[in-house]
């Protein structure tokens, strides 16, 4: 079967610190991958997605990057966070295995202070 | 562009009431429709999904019919329990896309 890995779970950052949250997909293959925010009280926007390794669309323009070395492997970085990236986010896979169903890991806490 | 528009909550209900969350949708051709939800702490879980008109998405009690007509796809579950009490999203995904397009969701409470 197939699971998704994030990590860390919760976060808290002091404002200008970098930022790594990994995510991984075990038990598929070439699956296109989505980084999503949740920021209080606001809904869910679209933040990245990657279709193979190393394509990476971004849909909102941030200081966030992101990057797929490997092919079951989702990176979210940041070189200096603001206190605006505080949120809840959301690393999601979708593949052959999936049909047209996106599926959510369980998310990362982030708090910039 | 595509969109997605659902009630703003927090809907508050009593144990066993009868649930509707409403979702209406825009999108150019025949997109797939899709409902999760949210509990307390986590990430999201797929509830339940649609892929054509007419189609009934079902799981854990609740329904939601894909109308293409009225573009709709509401949520709806009978009877509901305090462990319900979630946040629930609509969402879609466009025919020929990639991602999803959410809804801003909609908080449930449920007290005994």
């Known amino acids: 079967s197939q699971t998704i890995h994030q990590w860390p779970a919760t976060l808290v950052q002091p404002v200008g610190s970098p930022l790594s949250l990994e995510c991984t997909v075990e038990g598929t293959s070439n699956p296109n991958l989505y980084w999503y925010r949740q920021a209080a009280g606001r809904g869910l926007q679209l933040l990245f997605y990657?279709?193979?390794?190393?394509?990476i669309s971004s849909e909102v323009p941030q200081n966030l990057s992101a990057s797929r070395p490997q092919d079951r492997q989702f990176i979210l970085s940041s070189k200096k966070l603001l206190l605006s990236d505080s949120g809840f986010y959301l690393c999601?896979?979708?593949?052959?295995?999936?049909?047209?169903?996106?599926?959510f890991g369980e998310g990362s806490w982030l708090t910039v202070v | 562009g595509n969109s997605v528009t659902q009630m703003e909550g927090p809907v508050t209900l009593s144990e066993e009431a009868f649930l509707t969350i409403n979702c209406t949708y825009t999108?150019?051709?025949?997109?797939?429709l899709f409902w999760y939800v949210q509990y307390p702490g986590e990430g999201l879980q797929l509830l339940l999904k649609?892929?054509?008109?007419?189609d009934k998405g079902s799981n854990k009690g609740f329904e939601a019919t894909y109308r293409k007509e009225t573009t709709s796809f509401h949520l709806e579950k009978g009877s509901v329990q305090v462990s319900d009490s979630a946040v629930y999203f609509c969402?879609?995904?466009?025919?020929?896309?990639?991602?999803?397009?959410f809804g801003k969701g909609t908080m449930l409470l449920v007290s005994p």
């Open positions: 990657s279709v193979g390794i190393g394509q």
């Open positions: 999601a896979w979708r593949g052959i295995l999936s049909g047209n169903t996106i599926y």
């Open positions: 649609a892929t054509k008109a007419d």
């Open positions: 999108a150019t051709g025949y997109p797939s």
């Open positions: 969402a879609l995904r466009g025919y020929g896309y990639s991602t999803l397009t």
